[in-house]
């Protein structure tokens, strides 16, 4: 059986609609030939290519004209999201311009208003921005989800927006469904996270009635020398309070650790160490172990509850 003839450069790395086969020369039976996959309908890729969420993504998107927005973008984004969202079969889909909801196989067609600054025009695929792409989860998620996935937003490192540009895209939809609950977890989200563990353990704790840590502000010693940035901590008291996600079981991060946390303490820092261990309650109903730490450790530094 002789070869199919070789796709053009075009269309050789990623998914194309049959109309774009047929404009670059192809034929019906090349498009159908079992080097090609069809990673939705009207939609070809060289068989080589993963099916990631990404190539679904773009495919439904040339199919459809949709932008990939709610849990789908949010994924393409890298926001935090819970494992019962994190297996993607399921695309969303926003129409562009009024048009009608997508209907078809594992899609979720959305009919919303979409202005163009809203839409992020990416190499391979065209999304809701960051900013709408939050909003649109809170009709999904729970309002601390909601939170964590702000604080993501407003990470320290490459962040995806500013706070001032939140609040005046929030500014904006007041009326829109959702907003409220928008409102409500902006009151909540906090600029400069590294991780969403910071943000469910800062939450835990102020939920619990202790007071809100700062996060991730600079320690030094006497001299004006840096000496680390806790992932949490009460400055007033000097109580550091570290999440440790697994990362840090590699004997060279477990290493690192320990001199970061005995150089904190011999400033007088008291140092907590905290795993998901803490953040879950042994039973049901239960204060997590990290409230009760956190706790201890403010009230053995002055602390007095005001309940």
């Known amino acids: 059986m002789p070869r199919p003839r070789p796709l053009p450069p075009a269309l050789q790395a990623q998914p194309f609609t049959i ?3 047929t404009a670059a020369g192809l034929t019906r039976r090349r498009v159908r030939a079992l080097d090609l996959a069809s990673p939705c309908h009207g939609v070809r890729a060289p068989a080589a290519v993963e099916i990631t969420l990404l190539i679904r993504a773009r495919g439904l998107a040339l199919a459809t004209g949709a932008v990939v ?6 994924a ?3 926001f935090p999201l819970p494992l019962c969202f994190e297996d993607h079969k399921i695309i969303h889909l926003t129409s562009r311009d009024g048009a009608r909801a997508v209907r078809r196989k594992n899609v979720c067609g959305h009919r919303l208003p979409l202005p163009e600054d ?4 990416g190499r391979y695929v065209a ?6 792409t939050w909003f649109d989860l809170a009709g999904i998620l729970t309002l601390q989800d909601l939170v964590i996935a702000g604080d993501f937003l407003l990470r320290r490192k490459a962040p995806l927006a500013t706070p001032e540009a939140l609040d005046a895209f929030l500014e904006e939809k007041k009326g829109r469904a959702g907003y409220p609950k928008a409102k409500k977890a902006r009151a909540l989200i906090r600029a400069n996270t590294d991780s969403p563990k910071e943000t469910e353990l800062r939450l835990l704790l102020t939920a619990a009635g202790l007071p809100e840590p700062r996060i991730n502000v600079p320690m030094f010693d006497e001299t004006g020398g ?5 992932d949490l901590s009460y400055e007033e008291f000097k109580i550091a309070i570290q999440y440790d996600g697994g990362h840090h079981a590699t004997p060279a991060q477990r290493r690192s650790d320990i001199y970061r946390d005995e150089n904190a303490r011999g400033l007088g820092w008291l ?4 795993t998901q261990l803490d953040l879950d309650p042994l039973v049901p109903g239960m204060e997590p172990s990290a409230v009760l730490k956190v706790r201890r450790a403010l009230t053995s530094r002055g602390w007095k509850s005001a309940r």
């Open 19 to 21: 109309r774009q086969a």
């Open 69 to 74: 927005s709610h849990l789908s973008a949010a």
């Open 76 to 78: 393409l984004w890298g």
């Open 118 to 121: 809203e839409i992020s025009d």
């Open 127 to 132: 999304c809701t921005s960051p900013l709408r």
């Open 226 to 230: 840096w000496v680390q940035d806790p």
């Open 271 to 274: 140092v907590l160490v905290l």
